[in-house]
């Protein structure tokens, strides 16, 4: 979705899903991976997709990333869905979409698979998957 150079002072997608992750990781995130969309997808460029524990890690990591966004990029989520349940929160940010996953719902719907021609990556060490 992005065109060219970001706006000046305004985040690229990579640059929000690096905060964001920075977010998940440190309320204990697992699995935190970043795909890359452009030329896949018209709607974004970017996923981010990381695991909680349970619905109330869901929930924390969700807050987290949107206060870290508010704060350091001035940015709040068009819309925000699944928070009632809290077993697969999706943020959508535009160029940025944050999925977050209970392990099961995970598992169920495989978004790294389904979306696997697209380049990935790691964004959490492994000491973080542990516990």
């Known amino acids: 979705m992005s065109v060219g150079a970001p706006e000046r002072g305004r985040a690229d997608a990579a640059e929000l899903a690096r905060s964001a992750a920075a977010a998940a990781v440190d309320k204990k995130a697992r699995e935190v991976v970043e795909l890359d969309l452009r ?3 018209s709607y974004t460029d970017r996923f981010l997709i990381c695991s909680g524990a349970n619905e109330r890690q869901t929930k ?3 807050e987290a990333i949107a206060e870290l966004l508010a704060r350091e990029h001035a ?3 068009r819309r ?3 928070l009632a ?3 697969w929160i ?3 940010y535009g160029d940025l979409v944050i999925h977050i996953f ?9 978004l790294e698979s389904l979306w696997g021609e697209a380049p990935s990556q790691l964004l959490s060490a492994p000491e973080q998957e542990l516990g």
């Open 80 to 82: 925000v869905e699944g």
């Open 60 to 62: 924390a990591i969700s």
């Open 102 to 110: 209970t392990p099961a719902l995970r598992e169920h719907y495989r």
């Open 90 to 92: 999706l943020m959508d």
């Open 39 to 41: 030329g896949l997808v």
């Open 75 to 77: 940015i709040k989520p």
């Open 85 to 87: 349940q809290a077993q």
